[in-house]
């Protein structure tokens, strides 16, 4: 089975939330994302859904658009605008800054594993990020990543990998964003 990036993940879980508008029944909300057709690769995806603004917008300011259009497959693990309005107050428009381009890099790709990985192959343990550094997945009450950032829509479906919805930034082991 082929695998795919964490931005196509993200991207394509983005789309199933829209679609899904404000429906509160989160079975609904996973299926109508596993049933989305591919509307495009990772990027398209994401932008077609309003609620990945904010991420499209930080993968443009990473000149990270032609990368996630690429041939794939990624397995992309998309944080939400709420996920990003999380952060502390500012950092967001710190990390679109041309000066921090490499560090808002650091983040969206510790955001993307290669390969496809639907959620029925999901077990817990670690998978590395294209960024380099482990993301640690637990399955217990849901799937998690590193802990604090829950799998809230799965296996969106892109020309070039899948998205999986998150509810929370990631951030790489040792990166300390509180000096930008």
Do not use: W
């Amino acid at each position: 089975m082929k695998k795919r990036s964490l931005a196509a993940v993200l991207v394509a879980a983005s789309l199933a939330l829209v679609a899904c508008g404000d429906d509160k029944d989160d079975a609904a909300t996973t299926t109508v994302a596993a049933e989305a057709p591919a509307a495009g690769d990772i990027v398209a995806v994401a932008s077609a859904n309003p609620d990945f603004s904010t991420l499209v917008a930080a993968v443009g300011a990473a000149e990270l658009v032609e990368t996630l259009q690429g041939d794939g497959p990624f397995t992309v693990f998309a944080p939400t605008n709420d996920a990003f309005a999380a952060l502390p107050a500012g950092l967001v428009d710190k990390l679109l800054l041309p000066e921090n381009k490499a560090v808002l890099q650091q983040i969206l790709t510790y955001h993307v594993v290669s390969g496809e990985l639907l959620a029925a192959d999901v077990t817990a343990g670690d998978v590395t990020s294209v960024e380099g550094s482990p993301i640690t997945v637990t399955v217990d009450g849901g799937v998690k990543l590193n802990g604090s950032a829950n799998v809230v829509a799965t296996d969106v479906d892109a020309s070039n990998g899948v998205i999986h919805v998150i509810d929370a930034v990631i951030l790489p082991p040792g990166l300390d964003v509180s000096t930008l």
